[in-house]
């Protein structure tokens, strides 16, 4: 069963490295007691309010380290500042240079866009949107603002856009301001393929027949004096070529942090939303539990169905 430590500030996320945009004077923390949690909590960084109040501290803007450096690196050699690495490059070769040192190593050429732009119709919209629905890198714009995010640098390895064989799903909830009732709801997408060992799920992240899951779906909304969070969870099939899959979707109850709302937050609904490799979207309100299937031809043709568990 699924573990949670959940607290109004503490969020469940994983730490990970990230490269911003440099933004100069323009790139700076909003709030600094608040953002004093960023630094003592880096896992933080993954979340919205994190990412747009606390650049700095969340690494954002992919700056040199301007304090004075006191690394040992295997080869016992001693670096003091970033401006010995931009004299003798070859020490970029350690990685705690590269991450004291992230602009003079290199590291920054491709990098989000770490503040909002605007998309087509004149709404501003940030590449933490395409980090929890990655659906949106099939967007240009988000490609264009996101390559870090969408996969689209230049000799990148990796790609979070259904290009070729692909399928992406997106179990989502709304955003917590929007949402009918207070309480907690969290919901589980759980996908298996037919002749083929393993699952894709939050606690297996990536199988060998070719799903990777990231993120987990949950909101939780106490009321406008606290903390509230919602979050998703997405999951990409590559190479789906004849191939047939089940995404299970089930309901995880939290009895404790419901009591203070008699499980009204049961009530609030998620979405889930499968992309085939040919662009068709389909999308299922979360209204109990249910498994979708999909069956995809040698042409990459998939079919989309609903059935109830």
């Known amino acids: 069963m699924k573990l949670l430590c959940f607290s109004l500030f503490v969020l469940r996320v994983s730490a990970s490295s990230r490269h911003g945009v440099n933004l100069g004077d323009a ?69 705690h240079v ?56 230049p000799d990148s390895d990796t790609s979070s856009i259904s290009n070729n064989c692909d399928i992406i799903a997106t179990l989502k909830f709304p955003d917590p301001s929007t949402a009918s009732y207070y309480g907690y709801k969290n919901d589980i997408m759980r996908i298996s393929k037919e002749g083929a060992s393993g699952e894709c799920a939050w606690d297996n992240r990536e199988t060998e027949w070719g799903c990777k899951h990231e993120g987990d779906a949950y909101l939780w909304k106490t009321g406008p004096d606290y903390y509230d969070e919602s979050s998703a969870e997405s999951a990409v099939i590559t190479n789906v070529s004849n191939g047939h899959y089940t995404m299970d979707i089930t309901n995880y109850s939290n009895t404790q942090l419901e009591t203070y709302y008699n499980g009204e937050g049961k009530k ?19 209204d109990g539990e249910f498994s979708i299937h999909v069956d995809c031809d040698n042409a990459c043709e998939c079919t989309i169905a609903k059935q109830g568990l």
């Open 98 to 153: 590269k991450e004291h040192c992230p602009d003079t190593c290199g590291l920054c050429a491709c990098r989000d866009n770490g503040m909002k732009f605007e998309n087509n119709r004149g709404a501003l919209v940030s590449c933490w949107q395409a980090k929890q629905n990655p659906i949106k890198c099939r967007n240009n714009l988000f490609q264009e603002n996101c390559p870090v995010t969408c996969g689209t640098c």
């Open 268 to 286: 609030n609904k998620s979405t889930l939303t499968v992309v085939s490799p040919t662009g068709t979207e389909r999308k299922f309100e979360v």
């Open 27 to 95: 790139c700076a923390d909003q709030d600094v007691e608040f953002c004093k949690y960023a630094k003592n909590e880096p896992s933080v960084c993954q979340e919205k309010i994190f990412m747009e109040k606390c650049p700095i501290s969340c690494n954002a803007c992919c700056l040199d380290d301007k304090d004075d450096l006191d690394l040992v690196l295997d080869s016992q050699q001693e670096v003091h500042s970033c401006m010995e690495a931009k004299v003798d490059p070859q020490l970029c070769a350690d990685e």
